[in-house]
């Protein structure tokens, strides 16, 4: 069996917001089970509440002392950087064959299961842009010296548990701490897998990427995404939805516009009195 896992820390009512949709989304695009992991140390036990009934399991860590109250300057000023390094708790879960962590500033476009069948371990390598196909699963050999030329994005990581792996993870936060990298959770995963493979890009279609791809390999973007990723950005789907931003996204980036107006059709739209009334609760 294998899952997917959403993984949580911190209070704000804006993340709840989001990973309730994202979960709703996610559940009719997988047959597998879903894990919500959340933190001890800061999770509302209200937050654990309301998102029961859209997941498989709730698994709680403690991240006190690995991620969390320990020395950091994050280069994003809105959360801790640090504390997306807690996919290594994911490594625990080894009741699984595969785990694939996924993060709530997504859109799943369709049934995504046959993501399990990819080699692993595997993440996005945008360097493959110009350099290989991003299309493909292939395996790229790395070192310690060359790691650091490598540029992928951590949103959606596809590995097998270990406890073996998870320790490792322990001893190598101590690096990334001390040297404070810039995406410390994409650089550790670097560090702890002598190989990566290729996550192809329909898999985490990030959003600056979208036109380039469909024009570089001539396919239909439209029709080849199975997830498309709103990363680097603090605004996220929602945001676009309730700020009506759609109109001026349709003349920036009409690819995303596409995606998110069919989400507000089927998710949006459809769920949007049942979670409002949802946080007003809180």
Not at 147 to 158: K, P, S, T, Y
Not at 167 to 195: A, D, G, S
Request: with cysteine; net charge neutral.
């Amino acid at each position: 069996m294998n899952a997917f896992v959403l993984i949580h820390f911190g209070n704000k009512q804006k993340y709840l917001e989001l990973e309730i949709y994202f979960l709703k989304n996610l559940r009719t695009n997988t047959n597998n089970d879903i894990i919500y992991l959340y933190s001890i140390v800061d999770t509302p036990v209200i937050f654990i509440n309301i998102i029961k009934k859209y997941c498989t399991r709730i698994i709680p860590y403690d991240d006190n002392n690995i991620t969390y109250n320990v020395k950091f300057s994050s280069f994003y000023t809105h959360f801790n950087l640090l504390r997306v390094c807690n996919f290594i708790f994911a490594y625990k879960l080894t009741q699984y064959k595969k785990i694939c962590t996924v993060e709530s500033d997504m859109i799943i476009v369709n049934n995504i299961d046959d993501i399990f069948n990819l080699n692993t371990p595997s993440v996005l390598l945008l360097q493959t842009i110009d350099k290989g196909n991003i299309l493909e699963n292939y395996k790229l050999e790395k070192n310690i010296e060359n790691f650091e030329d490598f540029d992928i994005n951590g949103g959606i990581m596809l590995f097998e548990p270990s406890l073996e792996k998870f320790n490792i993870c322990l001893e190598k936060l101590k690096i990334i701490t001390e040297k404070n990298y810039k995406y410390p959770n994409e650089t550790l995963f670097l560090f702890i897998n002598e190989y990566i493979y290729n996550l192809p890009y329909k898999y985490n279609g990030t959003k600056h990427q979208l036109i380039i791809i469909g024009d570089k390999y001539n396919i239909d973007i439209k029709k080849y995404m199975s997830i498309i990723h709103l990363n680097a950005t603090e605004y996220k789907y929602i945001d676009i939805i309730k700020d009506n931003f759609l109109t001026t996204l349709k003349k920036r980036n009409p690819i995303l516009f596409y995606f998110i107006n069919n989400y507000k059709k089927e998710y949006y739209d459809k769920n949007y009195d049942e979670i409002e009334n949802i946080l007003n609760t809180i």
